[in-house]
Every structure is written in C-alpha cells, then in structure tokens.
C-alpha cells in the first residue's frame, strides 16, 4: 500500500473542530503493513492526540514494534514536520535513516531521515546503568 495514499485517506477522517487543522500520517512497519492515524483534537486542547502517535498506537496494538517509513500529510503551506513529542515517538520506534516524507495536501514534498528530525535523540542508549 502507497504510503503517501494511506496518510491521505485518513487524514479525511481527523477529528479537528477546534483548530480546522487536519492531519493525516501513515508509517510502513517492518513487517510490510501498513497503520495509519489521524489527529483528534478534544476540548480541552491541546490534550489531543497527533496522526503519528495514533499511528505508532495502531502498530504497537497490532504487534509490530519496528517502523521502516513514515508520511505525514497536512493541508498547508508547506510542509509540515513532525511535533518534538512525535519526533522522539518515531525515534523510539525507527533508527535514525528511516526516512520521513512530509507532504501538503497540494502536492509539495520533503524528505528528512529520522536523524535529521530529532538529532541527539534520547535513547535507550542513555538509560544504561540505571
């Protein structure tokens, strides 16, 4: 499945009433499948949740635990990167090459590896001798 597709599939169904901001992600696991999340605003904002944490949740809930790609997608401007959380999220699930392509809804694209996203990620690295 067409990453880029899927993000944009679901970024139809983002629950943002608050912000009008909607936005689509979609991540490749290891194993080939594809999950994919939207962001859900709530009313008490900004105690929503990002696309790509849903769609980190959804990997996680089906038993993967490796991600190999990822696309977010957003209507706006240019395009738009992950959040520091997100950013560190994906960290937590993907090696510094995999690579995220960030999209608009008009067609702009850019490519940065997960390195490029968050350098200096904190890691499991840094929990060794506690």
Known sequence: MNLKDAATRVRENAHAPYSG???GAALRAGSGTVYSGCNVENVAY????CAEAGAIAAMVAAGDTELVEV???ASSPMPVTPCGGCRQKLAEFGD????VTMGTTNGAEQVMTLAELLPGA???DHM???
Do not use: D
């Open 96 to 99: 510094g090459a995999v690579t």
């Open 122 to 124: 904190f890691t499991s």
């Open 46 to 49: 900004p105690e929503g949740t």
């Open 71 to 73: 696309y977010v997608i």
């Open 21 to 23: 901001f909607k936005v």
């Open 128 to 130: 060794a001798g506690r």
